[in-house]
């Protein structure tokens, strides 16, 4: 099986946590303050925030620039689904904008018909590693007085203008899970150029303590370890390395699948560095689930990210959000099929995924 999804750990990584180990340090301590210093530089930000998970990176985020029950935080349905649920954990209400079809992210335009005056946050998600249309969309921010956090969890290293990611907003969030394009095994940070979202967010993140066993707020255990930064730290130094791989892999596959009728190969706008966490298709006709079952028979892993648009998902239908009203994430949740591009990937595998799905398709 091509895998759709692989981390590439060598012996740099696994040195490091062997001296993590031997130190006797392996909770939260200099090697995750070593990463969070890398990281920061590495996104043109101020300040860093190492904790668990991406999940817990959105959350802590919206703690930190006071979001806080009864706002409305406009994002996109077309993602996983934490970049919603972060927006109920500090009790806000999320309000969903469509997308642009052709990058999948967030259309600005969406963003304003959805604007009411409890509307205090913009949650954008650079989807599949292409950034969305910043520059609209922090005007809009700027218009309506709106905060930004940015959904840089599939972005690592992705540029929009010649700015990385992690950098635009009042803060961002970033994923390590294994299957991003650098990992710590599980993992997240938050990025910021505020000060004082930074050190809410390291209050949060450790209980709510200002100093050892005082707690001012309630707080959380969303620390990361040392183990895990020590991983961070080497798999950072590669980051450039691995998005270059993916960038090439990804032209590869489009020069091979441009001509073939029935799908559309991934659209990458002019002003960005797409660093293609996900390489993801548009399948034609409504023949994406066929295609992709015959797809894994020839043993090719593929993705469907996401099936099911936040809004459509039972537990937001629950609560009477409509699917309707963001017609393009439907649309585009029915269609869409991710492909291995990922640097372990080799030209006879993408030269093999060609083939098949052009035996498929005809």
Do not use: W
């Not at 301590?29 to 996104?43: D, L, Q, S």
């Not at 998970?53 to 996109?76: R, V, Y």
């Amino acid at each position: 099986m091509i895998q759709i999804a692989k981390p590439l750990i060598e012996k740099e990584e696994e040195q490091a946590v062997l001296n993590v180990l031997k130190s006797g340090v392996i909770a939260q301590g200099p090697k995750t303050e070593e990463f969070e210093r890398n990281f920061a530089e590495y996104c043109n930000a101020k300040y860093a925030v190492a904790v668990n998970s991406g999940t817990a990176a959105l959350h802590l985020a919206l703690m930190a620039m006071d979001i806080k029950e009864g706002d409305e935080i406009i994002t996109t349905p077309f993602s996983f689904i934490a970049s919603a649920n972060c927006i109920l954990y500090v009790g806000a209400k999320p309000v969903f904008a469509d997308i642009d079809e052709k990058t999948f992210n967030i259309s600005p335009e969406s963003i304003i018909e959805k604007i009411t005056d409890k509307t205090k946050a913009i949650i954008p998600v650079h989807l599949y590693g292409q950034p969305c249309d910043m520059k609209d969309i922090m005007k809009i921010a700027e218009d309506h007085h709106l905060l930004i956090l940015e959904d840089a969890c599939q972005a690592h290293g992705a540029e929009y203008e010649n700015k990385r990611v992690g950098s635009f907003g009042d803060a961002a969030a970033f994923s390590f899970y294994p299957t991003k394009n650098m990992t710590t095994s599980e993992g997240g940070m938050i990025t910021t150029n505020s000060k004082e979202i930074a050190e809410k967010a390291k209050i949060f993140r450790n209980h709510g303590q200002i100093k050892r066993y005082y707690h001012e707020f309630l707080g959380y255990n969303l620390r990361m370890t040392d183990i895990c930064a020590a991983i961070g730290i080497e798999q950072l130094k590669k980051l450039d390395k691995f998005t270059q791989k993916r960038i090439e892999n990804a032209q590869y596959l489009s020069d091979k699948l441009k001509n073939i009728k029935g799908i559309e190969v991934p659209y990458v706008a002019g002003n960005v560095k797409h660093v293609f966490h996900q390489y993801t298709i548009k399948i034609e006709n409504g023949k994406r689930d066929e295609i992709n079952k015959k797809l894994n028979d020839a043993g090719i892993g593929t993705g469907i990210h996401y099936p099911i648009p936040i809004n459509d998902q039972p537990f937001y239908k629950k609560m009477d959000y409509n699917a309707d009203e963001t017609p393009a994430a439907r649309e585009m949740a029915k269609n869409v099929l991710s492909l291995p591009i990922h640097p372990s990937v080799t030209r006879e595998n993408l030269d093999y995924i060609a083939e098949k799905l052009r035996e498929i398709l005809k």
